[in-house]
Every structure is written in structure tokens, then in C-alpha cells.
Nanobody, 121 residues
Framework: QVQLVESGGGLVQAGASLRLSCAPSGRTFRPNVMGWFRQAPGKEREFVAGINWSGGVTSYADSVKGRFTISRDNAKNTVYLQMNSLRSEDTAVYYC??????????????WGQGTQVTVSS
């Protein structure tokens, strides 16, 4: 069973930074496309960022461009989301997503359980 495991969430003040990490629980699954979504209370899940295998192609939601950076380390089979200049509106549960191929925006086939990011102001 494919499992994606996120880590790195937490409670921070506005302006602070966090780095989220995500990796399949095993080394067998090596998805070409990985991404991050988030869901705030009372809102639908929204796309945040996506990345291809090489890391040469990325996509970001307008709300996070210039602040968030998605990257991956294939040797570690891990994808990261560096989140800088965090704002209260970034507060959400962040979900890691993966798939074999396709658009970076979605849809995705595999999901993690989510990690809470709370930004106080």
C-alpha cells in the first residue's frame, strides 16, 4: 500500500518560515510528479505547488508565488515545500500528493494524511 508521509508542520508567527517534507513510506514508489495542496477550515482543498521528476518544472498557486519553493531530492525520494514569509492566511492542513505522470496542477492519485500549519499574527 502506497503511503505518503508529511512532516514539518507546526505553529509559527507571521513572517516565519517552515519546511515541509514528504516521502513515500517505501522506496519502491518513485512518482514522477509530486505536489502540495492545502485545506483551510471551511474551504475546499486547493493546489499549492507541483514539481516534476527532475525539479526543472514547477508550478505554484498565485497566492504563494515568491514565498514558497517546492523542491525534491530523488536520492532521498523526498519532496519539500519551503515556506517563507508565512501569513495567517497560509494556515491550513497541508497535504502531499503524488502520481506517476500528468499535469503538475492535478489531479493526483496518492495523498498523505496532512500536516497542520498554523500561522499566528
Amino acid at each position: 500500500q502506497v503511503q505518503l508521509v508529511e512532516s514539518g508542520g507546526g505553529l509559527v508567527q507571521a513572517g516565519a518560515s517552515l519546511r515541509l517534507s514528504c516521502a513515500p513510506s517505501g522506496r519502491t514508489f518513485r512518482p514522477n510528479v509530486m505536489g502540495w495542496f492545502r485545506q483551510a477550515p471551511g474551504k475546499e482543498r486547493e493546489f499549492v505547488a507541483g514539481i516534476n521528476w527532475s525539479g526543472g518544472v514547477t508550478s505554484y498557486a498565485d497566492s504563494v508565488k515568491g514565498r514558497f519553493t517546492i523542491s525534491r531530492d530523488n536520492a532521498k525520494n523526498t519532496v519539500y515545500l519551503q515556506m517563507n514569509s508565512l501569513r495567517s492566511e497560509d494556515t491550513a492542513v497541508y497535504y502531499c500528493a503524488a502520481k506517476k505522470a500528468g499535469s503538475l496542477i492535478g489531479p493526483y492519485d496518492y495523498w498523505g494524511q496532512g500536516t497542520q500549519v498554523t500561522v499566528s499574527s
